[in-house]
């Protein structure tokens, strides 16, 4: 009985252990701080591994450009409210711009992976630069 116990809780604490690890890339937003903005909320869930996008009248139109100056997320949503999960994006900086009442609200987004040695510093968000 012992054994099976201890069994037991080796393979859910492996289950556990395996799941912690799972998050590659974690995202820093820098926010767009222009007034005709603030209707299209912008932000990073908890974890830092989702990018929620929501407003009170329907959005049009989502695209990001990364460093590379190639286009990674270009889809029409027609929604209020529209989730984008960082792992699609590449590490680098994106500027995202949202199509909303005939106008595009665009914002930055650097994705890196946390298991590279970053510095964070203060330029009005947080933004994560190489610690070289």
Known sequence: MRNFLLTLLLTFSKIF???TQAQEKIAVIEKN???LAKDVKHELNATKDTLI???KRRMHY???VNSDHQREIDEFIEDFKY???IDRLSQGKHLFAVSYLQRKIVF???VYDPKAS???SKRGE???TRNN
């Open 118 to 120: 970053f510095k964070v």
């Open 62 to 64: 989502v695209y990001s």
């Open 108 to 110: 930055i987004v650097r």
């Open 33 to 35: 701080s222009n007034i």
């Open 83 to 85: 989730k984008i999960p």
């Open 53 to 55: 996008l929501r407003s």
């Open 17 to 19: 252990v395996h799941q």
């Open 126 to 128: 947080d933004v994560a």
